[in-house]
C-alpha cells in the first residue's frame, strides 16, 4: 500500500500536474492536424524531456501519445482526412456519420471508447505485465508473418467497393513498399538512382497525400455539397452509455484485440484498428450496415487502438523492446531519466512504476474533458466554407510533411500521393487499403524472408510452432471461407432448381 | 519640394543605416566566432539515440560558447541525406553534424560518393563496441563454447542477428568469425529491423546470437531472457563488469563499434575547427554530458580533429575489408 501512496505523491506533483495538463492539449492539436501524427507529436516533445523531472518527462509522452491517437479520429470524422495512421481504417465510416447529421455521435464515440479503451490497456500493463510480456517473447517471424498476412486481409474486409479493387490497391501498396534500401538484403529497390527514394516512402506522407491532398482535389472538381443544417452542435456524450451497453461484445472483444497487438513489438495502434474494425464486421449480425454511418465497426476499433498503446508499454518497461513506433522514443527517455527499462523497474523503482500508471488512468480520464472542448472548437470547421478550409489543409500537408524529416522529399511524396489517391478514388479504388499496404508490406516481407533464412528455406516451421499453427489455420480459413460460402450458395441454388 | 526634400532625407538615412549595419556585420565577423545561432544536422530521426547525443551536445555547446545550438533532423535516405547535408553546407561553422559509423559503411556499397575525408572531422564523442548475446537459457556459458559449438556445426546452420543486411553489427559478426578462421558467412545473418526485434527474436527461440551493442540489449538481459558473452572492445564496459572482451577470453584481438563524432563541412576555417574541437572537449568531459551518457548506457570516446580523422581512416578501411569479404561492397 505504501507504494501506491509514494506514486500519488509522485504524480500529485505541480510540475508533473501541469505536464500532463500541457501536454494534453498539445496532443489533441497535434493529432488533430492532418499531417502530424502520434508519433510525431511524441518524437517533438523529447527535446522539452530534457528539462522536466523524471516523471513529469513520462507522462507527457503517456498523455500526448493517447490524446494524439484519439484526435487523429476529428478531421477523420469531419472531412474525411485521417489525422493519424491508426483512424484511417475507419474514416469512411465516422465521416458517413458526419454526412448523416450525427457528427457528435461520431465524435462522442471515438472519445468515449478512446477513453475507456485506453483504461483497459493500462489495467492490463497493471495486472497482467509479465504473462503479456511472455506472449511478446513466444512471438517469432512466423508468428509475425501469419499476423501480417492476417492484416492484410482486413483491406478486402474493410473495403466497401468489389474485393478486386481492394486487392489491387493493396497490392499496389505493396509495391510502394518495395521502394529503398530497408529490405531483408540490403540492396536498393526501385531507387532509381536517387537518394531521397533510398529511405523508401514512408507511411505517413503517403497517408497524407492520398486522403488529404486528393480530398482537396475532390474539393476543387465538384460543387460544393449541401450544407449541413446549421444547428447546435448537439451533446458529445448523450448515448454513449447506452451504446457502451448495447455493444458490449464488440468492446471487449476490441479491447482484448487491442491488448493483445499491443503488446506485441512492431505491431501498433494501426495494426490494431485495422484488424478490430474488420473483425467487427465480420462478427456483426449487420454487416451491411458497414460504411453507411453505423457505429459498431467505430466503437469496437476505437477501443482497440487506444487500448493497443497502453499495452505497447508492456515490452517496452520489461524489456526495453518497443511495442510500437511511441514507445521506441519513450525508452530513450526512459534511459535518460534514469527510469531504466528492466525488472528491476518493477522491484526497486515500483513507485515509480505505479506512478506511470496512475498517470495512464489521469490521462484517460481528462481526456474526456479536454476532447469536448477540442471537438467543439474543431466542429467549427463543418460551418466554415469549404474555399477556406482546403487552403489550410495543404498548408497544413505540406507543413507537416517537412517538419518530420526537414526534407523536402517528403513534401513530394505528399503531392504525388495525392495525385495518385485522386485517380484511385476516381476510378474506385480504396485509397485505406493502399495505405494498409504501405504500412504492413515491410513486416509481410521482412518476416516472410528472415524466416526463410532461418528456417534454411523449409517453409515447414510456419505450420509447426504451436502459436504459428494456429495462426496460419485462421488465415487459411478466412481466406477459403469466401469460396466455400460461394460454392455452398450454388450447391443450394442448384438444388432448388433441381427440386423445384 | 518638400516632398522630395524628405524622400531625400528618407533615401539618406536608409542609406546610413545600411551602411551602419553593413559596418556592424564586418565587426562582428571580425569579433568572436560565432556570433549567431549554430546548426547541428542530425542525420536520424528525432527520439533516437543519436538524435538525443546530438542534443545534449548541443545543450552543453551552448553554455559553453554562448549561442543557440540547433538540432535539425534531416532525415531519409538511409542517413545519406543528412550526411550529405553536411557535407555540402557552408564552411563558415554554422553548420556542424553529427556523423554515424554508417559514413565509413555507406561508400563502399555504391550508396554515396561520401568519405569519412569529405569533411572536416571535429571531434569523436561516443562508441558502443558489440557484444556477443546468447539465449538467456542457451547451453553456452562462455564465448569459448560458443566459438568452439560455432567451429564444429556445419555452414550456416548457425543464425545471427542485430541489424540490417550490411548493418555495422552484421560486420561485426563478420569480422569476428573471419579473425577465427572461419569463412564471413559460417553463421547466417538474418537481417532485422534493429537490435530490438532481433533481441526479442532472440528470446523467441529464433537465433542463436546477437551481436548488437551491450547497452542495446541492457533490459533484455537484466530480464534474465538473454546473456551477454563478451564484447568486442578493448575495455570492458563499466556497466557489465562481468562480461570479458573477445582478447580476455579467447585471445582475438578483434575490437569494432558504432561511434558518433562532430563534424562540420570540409574546409572549415583552421581557427573555427580548434575553437570547436576545444569546446566540444569541454563538452565531453563536462559532468552533464557524462552523467547523460551513462544513463542512456552510451559509452564516452574522445579524440580530437586529427584523432578522430586517424580513427575514422582506420574504420574505414577495416570495414572496406570487412565488406569485401561479405561480399557487401560493390566493385
Redesign the interface.
Known amino acids: 500500500m505504501n507504494v501506491y501512496v509514494e506514486a500519488f505523491a509522485l504524480v500529485m506533483q505541480k510540475d508533473v500536474l501541469l505536464a500532463i495538463l500541457l501536454s494534453a492539449i498539445y496532443g489533441l492539436v497535434v493529432g488533430s492536424l492532418p499531417g502530424l501524427s502520434a508519433t510525431m507529436a511524441t518524437a517533438l516533445l523529447v527535446p522539452v524531456t530534457f528539462y522536466l523531472s523524471p516523471i513529469a518527462a513520462v507522462a507527457t509522452i503517456i498523455t500526448a501519445s493517447a490524446m494524439a491517437i484519439f484526435s487523429g479520429d476529428i478531421p477523420g470524422a469531419l472531412l474525411r482526412i485521417p489525422g493519424t495512421p491508426a483512424s484511417a481504417a475507419y474514416t469512411d465510416e465516422a465521416y458517413a456519420m458526419t454526412r448523416k447529421g450525427q457528427p457528435e455521435l461520431a465524435l462522442g464515440i471515438g472519445l468515449w471508447f478512446s477513453a475507456l479503451g485506453g483504461i483497459a490497456g493500462t489495467l492490463s500493463l497493471m495486472l497482467l505485465a509479465p504473462p503479456l510480456a511472455e506472449i511478446a517473447l513466444s512471438f517469432s517471424t512466423y508468428e509475425y508473418f501469419w499476423l501480417a498476412f492476417l492484416g492484410l486481409m482486413c483491406a478486402t474486409l474493410v473495403a466497401r467497393s468489389s474485393p478486386v479493387k481492394a486487392i489491387v490497391s493493396m497490392l499496389l501498396g505493396l509495391l510502394v513498399a518495395c521502394v529503398g534500401i530497408e529490405n531483408p538484403a540490403g540492396t536498393p529497390r526501385f531507387t532509381f538512382g536517387s537518394t531521397d527514394l533510398l529511405g523508401g516512402i514512408e507511411p505517413i506522407p503517403a497517408l497524407v497525400g492520398v486522403f488529404a491532398v486528393s480530398e482537396v482535389m475532390r474539393a476543387m472538381m465538384t460543387a460544393e455539397p449541401p450544407k449541413l443544417p446549421h444547428r447546435r452542435f448537439g451533446s458529445i456524450l448523450r448515448g454513449q452509455l447506452e451504446l457502451t451497453k448495447k455493444y458490449v461484445a464488440p468492446q471487449v472483444r476490441g479491447n482484448i484485440v487491442g491488448i493483445i497487438i499491443g503488446v506485441l513489438p512492431g505491431a501498433g495502434a494501426d495494426m490494431a484498428a485495422w484488424v478490430s474494425y474488420s473483425m467487427s464486421k465480420r462478427f456483426s449480425k449487420t454487416p451491411e450496415k458497414f460504411g453507411t454511418g453505423h457505429p459498431e465497426g467505430l466503437i469496437e476499433a476505437g477501443a482497440s487502438n487506444n487500448a493497443s498503446l497502453a499495452s505497447g508499454w508492456v515490452p517496452s518497461l520489461l524489456f526495453g523492446i518497443p511495442g510500437d513506433t511511441i514507445t521506441a522514443i519513450a525508452i530513450g527517455v526512459l534511459y535518460m531519466k534514469g527510469l531504466n527499462p528492466g525488472p528491476t523497474l518493477f522491484t526497486e523503482r515500483a513507485s515509480s512504476m505505479y506512478a506511470l500508471y496512475i498517470i495512464f488512468i489521469l490521462a484517460n480520464i481528462i481526456m474526456i474533458p479536454l476532447g469536448i472542448i477540442m471537438i467543439r472548437i474543431a466542429s467549427k470547421v463543418l460551418r466554415a466554407p469549404r474555399s477556406a478550409i482546403m487552403p489550410v489543409i495543404v498548408l497544413l500537408c505540406a507543413v507537416g510533411s517537412f517538419a518530420i524529416g526537414n526534407n523536402l522529399f517528403a513534401v513530394l511524396t505528399v503531392a504525388a500521393f495525392g495525385v495518385f489517391g485522386f485517380v484511385m478514388e476516381r476510378n474506385g479504388y480504396p485509397v485505406a487499403a493502399m495505405v494498409l499496404g504501405i504500412v504492413m508490406g515491410t513486416m509481410v516481407e521482412q518476416s516472410f524472408v528472415t524466416s526463410l533464412i532461418k528456417s534454411d528455406g523449409s517453409i515447414w516451421p510456419f505450420f509447426s510452432r504451436p502459436i504459428a499453427s494456429i495462426l496460419a489455420a485462421m488465415t487459411i480459413a478466412a481466406l477459403l471461407w469466401p469460396v466455400f460460402a460461394s460454392l455452398l450458395g450454388w450447391w443450394r441454388r442448384s438444388q432448388a432448381q433441381a427440386s423445384g | 519640394m518638400t516632398t522630395w526634400t524628405r524622400r531625400q532625407t528618407l533615401a539618406a538615412g536608409g542609406a546610413a543605416g545600411a551602411a551602419a549595419t553593413l559596418g556592424l556585420k564586418t565587426a562582428a565577423a571580425q569579433g568572436a566566432y560565432p556570433n549567431r545561432p549554430v546548426t547541428i544536422i542530425c542525420p536520424w530521426?528525432?527520439?533516437?539515440?543519436t538524435?538525443?547525443t546530438a542534443?545534449?551536445i548541443a545543450?552543453v555547446m551552448e553554455k559553453e560558447l554562448k549561442q543557440p545550438f540547433n538540432?535539425?533532423?534531416?532525415?531519409?535516405?538511409?542517413g545519406?541525406?543528412g550526411h550529405?547535408a553536411i557535407a555540402t553546407a557552408a564552411p563558415d561553422g554554422y553548420t556542424l553534424g553529427l556523423m554515424t559509423v554508417e559514413i565509413s559503411m555507406m561508400h563502399w556499397?555504391g550508396?554515396?560518393e561520401l568519405k569519412p575525408d569529405s569533411y572536416t572531422p571535429l571531434a569523436l564523442m561516443n562508441e558502443d563496441p558489440p557484444g556477443v548475446q546468447v539465449k538467456g537459457d542457451s547451453p553456452y556459458k562462455t564465448v569459448k563454447e560458443l566459438a568452439d559449438a560455432i567451429k564444429a556445426t556445419p555452414h550456416?546452420k548457425l543464425?545471427a542477428?542485430g541489424t540490417?543486411?550490411?548493418?555495422i553489427w552484421h560486420l561485426a559478426l563478420v569480422g569476428w568469425l573471419t579473425a577465427m578462421g572461419l569463412k564471413p558467412d559460417h553463421v547466417?545473418?538474418?537481417?532485422?529491423?534493429g537490435a530490438?526485434?532481433a533481441?526479442?527474436?532472440l528470446?523467441?527461440?529464433?537465433?542463436d546470437i546477437v551481436t548488437c551493442s551491450v547497452p542495446e540489449a541492457?533490459?533484455?538481459i537484466?530480464?534474465?531472457?538473454a546473456r551477454s558473452l563478451a564484447v568486442m572492445a578493448a575495455e570492458r564496459n563499466p556497466v557489465f563488469k562481468d562480461v570479458p572482451t573477445l582478447k580476455e577470453a579467447m585471445g582475438i584481438d578483434y575490437t569494432t563499434g558504432a561511434w558518433r563524432g562532430m563534424s562540420g563541412p570540409k574546409g572549415l576555417p583552421k581557427e573555427i575547427a580548434s575553437q570547436l574541437t576545444a569546446a566540444f572537449k569541454k563538452v565531453n568531459e563536462s559532468a552533464e554530458f557524462r552523467e547523460?551518457m551513462a544513463?542512456?548506457?552510451f559509452g564516452v570516446k574522445w579524440a580530437d580533429a586529427d584523432g578522430f580523422a586517424k580513427f575514422m581512416d582506420e574504420g574505414n578501411k577495416a570495414m572496406g575489408v570487412a565488406m569485401k569479404a561479405a561480399g557487401?561492397a560493390k566493385g
Do not use: H
Request: proline share 3%; aromatic share 4%; glycine share 24%.
Open positions: 530521426g528525432a527520439g533516437g539515440g538524435d538525443a542534443r545534449i545543450a538540432v535539425v533532423n534531416r532525415t531519409g535516405g538511409s545519406v541525406v550529405s556499397q550508396l554515396t550456416g543464425k542477428s540490417g543486411q550490411g548493418g547466417a545473418w538474418v537481417p532485422s529491423n530490438a526485434p533481441m526479442q527474436d528470446a523467441a527461440g529464433g537465433l541492457r533490459a533484455i537484466e530480464a534474465g531472457k547523460f544513463n542512456r548506457g557487401l
